[in-house]
């Protein structure tokens, strides 16, 4: 089965100074999405933003802003994410007691829905919720920081993932977030990832198309 790699440079690595012209850059380089964390001190140990910074960049690019809450109790923000323009939502399942009712409601905002699952955090529950998910986030460190080194003991379950997945006949995307560079993206991607957050990989470099290509064909030879 070919699969098309898509990449989404995460901002959170980016110059805050001058995020927009950034968001421009990384669509400019050939990004697929735009990838925003948003942490709420509370959940992960780190704060970031919320939906008036998405809203205040929402006009630099036409990508699909691909959000990623990393928050607790973020049924109260759905909506609020949702007004300020993200595409996609994902929601950590140790954040949501009630997985289902949560992304259920993304989808009635008009959005798409994503379930996230931290590096020691079980899969089990996902076929589950796969009805009503359109993204599954694979987190390969753990979240609340940039430019952390990627957990190899995360990739079984990637490969999983990708299994669940294929077995549901549904078109979801496997996403995998976390020390995603040139030399770990090959092995993501041959375990049956197809969207990357790459933050420092690509922010942390000169030539923004040029990271984003070696990203992308990585794993190339793994398809």
């Known amino acids: 089965m070919n699969r098309i790699i898509k990449i989404a440079p995460s901002i959170l690595s980016a110059d805050f100074s001058r995020l927009g012209e950034e968001v421009e850059a990384a ?27 998405i809203k205040g ?3 630099r690019s036409a990508l699909p802003f691909d959000t990623h809450l990393m928050i607790e109790s973020p049924e109260r923000f759905v909506d609020d994410f949702g007004k300020a323009g993200a595409d996609i939502l994902t929601v950590q399942v140790e954040a949501c007691p009630h997985l289902q009712r949560v992304l259920s409601q993304i989808r009635q905002a008009g959005m798409k829905s994503g379930v996230a699952v931290n590096p020691a955090t079980p899969v089990d529950f996902l076929p589950y919720v796969l009805d009503v998910t359109d993204l599954v986030l694979v987190m390969t460190v753990n979240p609340g920081f940039g430019g ?4 190899n003991g995360v990739a079984p379950k990637i490969a999983r993932v990708r299994e669940m997945i294929d077995r549901s006949g549904r078109e979801i995307l496997l996403e995998v ?10 092995v993501v991607i041959g375990l049956g990832a197809d969207l990357l957050v790459a933050g420092s990989a690509i922010f942390g470099t000169k030539n923004y198309r040029e990271s984003i290509g070696k990203i992308r064909g990585a794993g190339a030879g793994s398809l």
């Open 177 to 186: 977030d976390g020390g995603v560079n040139p030399e770990t993206a090959g």
């Open 148 to 151: 952390q080194s990627f957990i």
């Open 57 to 59: 960049i929402r006009g």
């Open 27 to 53: 669509e400019e380089a050939g990004a697929d999405f735009i990838h925003l964390d948003v942490m709420d001190g509370r959940f992960v140990p780190n704060i970031t933003f919320g939906p008036a910074l």
